[in-house]
C-alpha cells in the first residue's frame, strides 16, 4: 500500500556531511507529519526531527543547529541535511510519516526500512 524509501546514508568522518532522502508512495490521500528517527546498537530508537505539512520543524537538542530537515510535499518526500556529523550521530536512520490512505479514515505511522549513518573519528 504505502513504501518509505531512504536513501543518502553511508560512511563519513567526523565533520563531514550526508543529506538524507525519503519518498513516500503508494494509496497515499495526503501526509501530516514527516520526520527522522534513529536506533544506535543497544540504544532505543529517539527522535532526531519532525516537520509539520506546514513547515514546521521540530529537532533534538543533539540535532539543533547541525541538522536541517525540509520537505518536498509534490514529491512527498522529506530531506534530512546532517553537517558537522560527530561519531555519537553512527545509527540506522529511520524515515516516518504520519499519513492517510486514500478512501481511508484517519492517519497511522508508517517507517522506512532505515539507512546506516556511520561517521569516523
Known amino acids: 500500500q504505502v513504501q518509505l524509501v531512504e536513501s543518502g546514508g553511508g560512511l563519513v568522518q567526523a565533520g563531514g556531511s550526508l543529506r538524507l532522502s525519503c519518498a513516500a508512495s503508494g494509496s497515499i490521500y495526503s501526509i501530516n507529519a514527516m520526520g527522522w528517527y534513529r536506533q544506535a546498537p543497544g540504544n532505543q530508537r529517539e527522535l532526531v526531527a519532525t516537520?509539520?505539512?506546514?513547515?514546521?520543524?521540530n529537532y533534538a537538542d543533539s540535532a539543533k543547529g547541525r541538522f536541517t530537515i525540509s520537505r518536498d510535499n509534490a514529491k512527498n518526500t522529506v530531506y534530512l541535511q546532517m553537517n558537522s556529523l560527530k561519531p555519537e550521530d553512527t545509527a540506522v536512520y529511520y524515515c516516518n510519516a504520519r499519513l492517510q490512505l486514500s478512501g481511508r479514515w484517519g492517519s497511522y505511522d508508517y517507517w522506512g526500512q532505515g539507512t546506516q549513518v556511520t561517521v569516523s573519528s
Open positions: 516537520i509539520s505539512s506546514g513547515g514546521s520543524t
